[in-house]
């Protein structure tokens, strides 16, 4: 696997930058500082890009300047300016039906109410690709009853408590990707499928 493409979920702009629906930029941002690469915004991929080498692979990185629910419109365009085969394409994304902490790798599946991936699987006209999902938890409930204000919590910043979780499963999920061209990707599933968010509290 020659080049890797590594593409984050998220709203652009500061307003939104610690929000819990930008995991997907968090994660990259912090992959690609740790190899002193800067993302730069390229109109024509309708993304900020960023790329660096590990061993015998590149891997370009991908934050969409559209947003979140045009997220497909930005994948669309990475994937047929590159020619992309979706095996070497993998979108991290936030997941309110995961605990935070919980890490879920899955090669295909539905969009899961998630409207970035909703857009994507529209867009590709499949549902055919990596996706890694990242648990932010579910919406605490209002006045005790099942009401939940999922726009709330998903545009809501990142606790400090979530912070210090979120940090340990970024570097899991960073380990694992920086693999992906030495490891079998069964391998890399699996170690992320079975990271126990317990280990972590």
């Not at 009401?147 to 694992?176: A, C, M, P, Q």
Request: aromatic share 10%; glycine share 6%; charged share 30%.
């Amino acid at each position: 696997m020659n080049e890797i493409y590594l593409i984050g979920l998220g709203n652009p702009g500061k307003k939104y930058s610690r929000n819990r629906h930008n995991i997907g930029f968090l994660l990259l941002k912090k992959l690609s500082k740790k190899y002193n690469s800067d993302f730069v915004l390229k109109d024509k991929l309708k993304s900020y890009c960023s790329e660096f080498r590990i061993k015998d692979s590149t891997y370009k990185l991908f934050l969409p300047n559209t947003f979140m629910n045009d997220s497909g419109d930005a994948v669309r365009t990475i994937v047929d300016w590159y020619k992309v085969n979706l095996d070497q394409l993998f979108i991290i994304v936030d997941d309110k039906d995961l605990p935070v902490g919980k890490i879920r790798f899955r090669k295909k599946g539905s969009s899961g109410g998630h409207n970035g991936l909703k857009s994507i699987i529209e867009k590709l006209q499949t549902r055919n690709f990596n996706r890694i999902r990242i648990g932010i938890g579910s919406p605490p409930s209002i006045n005790g009853k099942n009401n939940f204000n999922t726009i709330s919590h998903v545009l809501g910043n990142i606790s400090l408590e979530e912070k210090l979780k979120l940090d340990k499963v970024y570097n899991k999920v960073i380990e694992s990707l920086e693999r992906l061209n030495t490891k079998k990707e069964e391998f890399i599933i699996h170690e992320l499928n079975s990271f126990d968010k317990d280990e972590i509290s």
